[in-house]
């Protein structure tokens, strides 16, 4: 048993090393080397090292359903990073492969929705229209509770993706859900179709004025809204809608706001531990209808609140709904595995809050969000299937404020 708990804390050492290996496969001799330097060096640490080793066999020993060293281990190594803040994940071996493959694939086998972490909750942020998961009644807002009977406590939003699209095309997942349209839980057998996700949608409200949604902010959204804006710019109004967009890259956004506010303008001014950096826009400006309209909520969130933030200090568009999420705050993944590998073939990543940002006249939303210029909330009985209809109390007052401007 002695000899079983010092392989262990020898392993758990490891991830604790300034390491010197990134990029090389480490003998075991370099790594018995590295764990004797990081004692030496940090004695006081020994006697938590200890208590580590303690709460792992009182868990192995003890725990309802049985787990070996290595999934208790994997349990402390990505505390590590979650228990920083809600944002933060360390990815172990095939999780870390389905997230690299989940940030650059936009057609794969899914039922057709995104979902995001809020707090502790999995929210539905979108459903893709004719998508399996649109057919089963799944709607924006839904809260997910269980995939296939799993409660989903503690995952953040990419393991519960995982959960749900992980299988083969035609293959089923179970969802329990919870609705505002329903009192009780919904029960729901959707089938994993391949999907097209797009990050936007457009059409023409009237003659006059033009809408578009941004449902997410991925590599190939500023190319897809730049086609979309020009087919608009007929238009005397548009109507961005970035109400349920969780958010995305940073220099998709940075792209679009070129379109509007031209090139190498401040959008956010990023604060790292010992850094400060200005970020600018990366596109030239393009022809838009002269007046717009942001819509925001509370779950517009990250690079949409970039992006409204910045629509509203530069005064090309007003603002209209509630305040937004309040995630001032940028998170980058770490390739941290030792052994010889392909980038996209790693088996351990971690993923950290690494800045916070700050809108261009340095106001932090961490907490407060942006807030709208017109202040309006939905009605009582405003459900996330109401959006863009007559029930939609905020798109309805973007097109009477458009029309008072026509």
């Known amino acids: ?153 503690g995952l953040n939003s990419d393991q519960v993706a995982n959960l749900i699209k992980n299988g083969a095309e035609n293959t089923e997942v179970v969802l329990e859900t919870k609705s505002r349209r329903y009192q009780k839980p919904q029960i729901l057998t959707v089938t994993r179709k391949i999907i ?39 238009n005397r109004g548009l109507i961005i809608d970035l109400r349920g967009n969780p958010g995305g890259l940073l220099n998709s956004v940075s792209k679009i706001l070129g379109y509007f506010v031209g090139p190498w303008k401040t959008i956010i001014v990023e604060k790292g531990r010992t850094t400060q950096t200005e970020i600018k826009t990366l596109a030239f400006k393009k022809n838009y209808p002269q007046n717009v309209v942001v819509l925001i909520n509370n779950f517009s969130a990250s690079a949409s609140e970039i992006m409204a933030g910045n629509m509203k200090y530069y005064k090309i568009a007003t603002l209209i709904g509630v305040r937004t999420f309040g995630k001032a705050l940028v998170q980058d993944s770490f390739d941290v595995d030792m052994s010889k590998h392909d980038k996209d073939k790693t088996q351990l990543l971690v993923k950290l809050t690494i800045r916070r940002y700050l809108l261009p006249n340095r106001q932090d939303i961490s907490s407060s969000g942006v807030e709208p210029d017109i202040e309006i909330e939905q009605g009582e009985n405003f459900r996330e299937y109401d959006y863009t209809t007559a029930n939609d109390i905020q798109f309805q007052k973007a097109i009477e404020f458009l029309k008072d401007k026509h």
């Open 1 to 153: 048993m002695k000899r079983a708990k010092v392989a262990v804390l020898v392993i758990f050492l490891l991830l604790f090393v300034q390491i010197n290996f990134i990029h090389t496969q480490p003998t075991q001799e370099e790594k018995r080397q590295a764990v004797q330097e990081f004692i030496e060096k940090h004695p006081e640490l020994v006697s938590k090292f200890f208590d580590l080793l303690v709460v792992m066999e009182t868990v192995k020993t003890n725990y309802v359903d049985e787990k070996n060293h290595e999934e208790i281990l994997n349990l402390a190594i990505k505390g590590m990073a979650n228990g920083l803040d809600p944002y933060g994940y360390v990815f172990i071996d095939k999780e870390a492969q389905d997230f690299l493959q989940s940030m650059k694939e936009m057609t794969r086998v899914g039922v057709g929705m995104s979902i995001s972490k809020l707090g502790q909750d999995i929210y539905v942020m979108s459903v893709v229209k004719g998508s399996p998961a649109g057919d089963a009644g799944i709607e924006p807002g839904d809260l997910i509770v269980k995939v296939n009977d799993k409660s989903l406590f």
């Open 196 to 234: 097209t996700y797009p990050s936007v949608e457009s059409r023409q409200l009237d003659n006059q004025t033009g809408y578009i949604k941004i449902l997410s902010f991925e590599s190939e959204t500023p190319q897809r809204f730049l086609k979309e804006l020009e087919s608009l710019k007929g």
